[in-house]
């Protein structure tokens, strides 16, 4: 119990810091692309042994589920930074959602923030939809939370409906499972 003070003292902290400041700069990749801005919108970087940069156009089909299924299509721009076993994305995607047993489609737009190690990680954001159906139409708004693997994400979503008929129409709960394939860029 006696190093327990010893590892919250002042010193110890400070010692900690600079030690892993002066490591982090001594072993640092110092190359090109290190300072280098990217020529194009995607790209992906490779700066050192583990840090690694992309920022990538990706295609992503859905499946929705919880009252009825759901179909969707999303076009997804994402920028990645991967550190040593782990990193962080953030994402903005327009697309839209299908239900084919009401008739019902919802044009989308989402972003999102997410965190990750070892490929297994965790996600936040917000969508907004607008549902359109033969006599009516309403605005949402689904907050959105959710895990995944890889390319592959597990959400769960609770859908704000403006127009009150749509509660009673579908289910505010959303499920969803979604996969992404890069298009840009192509290495």
């Known amino acids: ?25 001594a072993s640092g990749q110092m190359d090109s692309t290190f300072f280098k801005k ?14 690694f940069e992309s920022k990538s156009l990706q295609l992503s089909p859905e499946i929705h589920g919880f009252k009825y299924l759901t179909v969707g299509l999303s076009l997804v721009e994402m920028k990645t930074e991967t550190g040593e076993g782990g990193g962080n994305a953030k994402a903005y995607q327009v697309g839209f959602e299908y239900l084919p047993t009401k008739n019902i489609f919802a044009p989308k737009a989402a972003a ?35 895990f995944g693997f890889a390319y592959f994400h597990f959400n769960y979503g609770y859908t704000f409906f403006v127009n009150k008929k749509f509660n009673e129409l579908l289910s505010p709960h959303s499920f969803s499972l979604s996969w992404h394939h890069t298009i840009l860029p192509k290495n």
């Not at 190093?3 to 110890?12: C, G, I, Q």
């Not at 990750?116 to 939370?145: D, E, Q, T, V």
Request: charged letters at 15%; aromatic letters at 20%; proline letters at 4%.
């Open 38 to 51: 990217p020529d194009a919108r995607y790209y992906s970087i490779r700066h050192g042994k583990w840090w």
């Open 1 to 25: 119990m006696r190093a327990l003070p010893y590892l919250n003292s002042k010193k110890t902290i400070l010692l900690h810091f600079f030690t892993f400041t002066i490591l982090s700069i």
């Open 112 to 146: 999102w923030k997410g965190g990750y190690i070892f490929g297994l990680g965790g996600k936040i954001g917000i969508n907004g939809l607008y549902y359109f159906k033969k006599n009516a139409s309403s605005f949402a708004i689904r907050p959105m939370i959710g």
